[in-house]
T-cell receptor
Framework: DAKTTQPTSMDCAEGRAANLPCNHS???????VYWYRQIHSQGPQYIIH???NNETNEMASLIITEDRKSSTLILPHATLRDTAVYYC???????????????FGKGTKLTVNP | KAGVTQTPRYLIKTRGQQVTLSCSPI?????VSWYQQTPGQGLQFLFE???????NKGNFPGRFSGRQFSNSRSEMNVSTLELGDSALYLC????????????FGQGTRLTVV
């Protein structure tokens, strides 16, 4: 079973920031938080990952709470092409004895409206 | 560099038949994972291969099997197909020993009739 909880769906206006929450209250100290998204009928696409520090890349920002029990993915200026299902996943890094296995939950269906 | 390539993209099979799907990972990547996606169950992990060895396995019946070749290309096989095997089958490629992202292919859409 997935170790994360996400809202089923969210809406966002085009051009505004989309903030997608994820609860992972049972996360272990060596587990990373990963975010992927899946646009309809395509393979999932990696967005970002982090351990405890906030992370930013060209796609998004990841804010992890100090206790690491939850995180928020931020798309700073959402576009219509960001409409997708967003998955939050926790896992141990392969470099620390984990495997490449990803356990997907139901994710959040984000709809960006014009 | 080229992405993850899955063939074929679409496939229609009859119940009882068997099917083989192929996945070519990104050059240099040694790990290939397979996933099944259905509307009811979502994305579920099937198995992972690293350097020609199965490193992890999901909770699927023995009808689902896979293998990996020395060039890291992988195949998965489903025997005695059932209607419930209709799904999008996705493979993901990673270097295998680094904490990096997985790159997914476009998937093979299998329909069992």
């Amino acid at each position: 079973d997935a170790k994360t909880t996400q809202p089923t769906s969210m809406d966002c206006a085009e051009g505004r920031a989309a903030n997608l929450p994820c609860n992972h209250s049972t996360i272990s100290g060596n587990e990373y938080v990963y975010w992927y998204r899946q646009i309809h009928s395509q393979g999932p696409q990696y967005i970002i990952h982090g351990l405890k520090n906030n992370e930013t890349n060209e796609m998004a920002s990841l804010i992890i709470t100090e206790d690491r029990k939850s995180s928020t993915l931020i798309l700073p200026h959402a576009t219509l092409r960001d409409t997708a299902v967003y998955y939050c996943i926790v896992r141990v890094a392969p470099t620390q004895g984990g495997s490449e296995k990803l356990v997907f939950g139901k994710g959040t269906k984000l709809t960006v409206n014009p | 560099k080229a992405g993850v390539t899955q063939t074929p993209r679409y496939l229609i099979k009859t119940r009882g038949q068997q099917v083989t799907l192929s996945c070519s990972p990104i050059s240099g990547h040694r790990s290939v994972s397979w996933y099944q996606q259905t509307p009811g169950q979502g994305l579920q992990f099937l198995f992972e291969y690293f350097s020609e060895t199965q490193r992890n396995k999901g909770n699927f019946p023995g009808r689902f099997s896979g293998r990996q070749f020395s060039n890291s290309r992988s195949e998965m096989n489903v025997s005695t197909l059932e209607l419930g095997d209709s799904a999008l089958y996705l493979c993901a490629s990673t270097p295998g020993q680094q904490n990096t992202e997985a790159f997914f292919g476009q998937g093979t859409r299998l329909t069992v009739v």
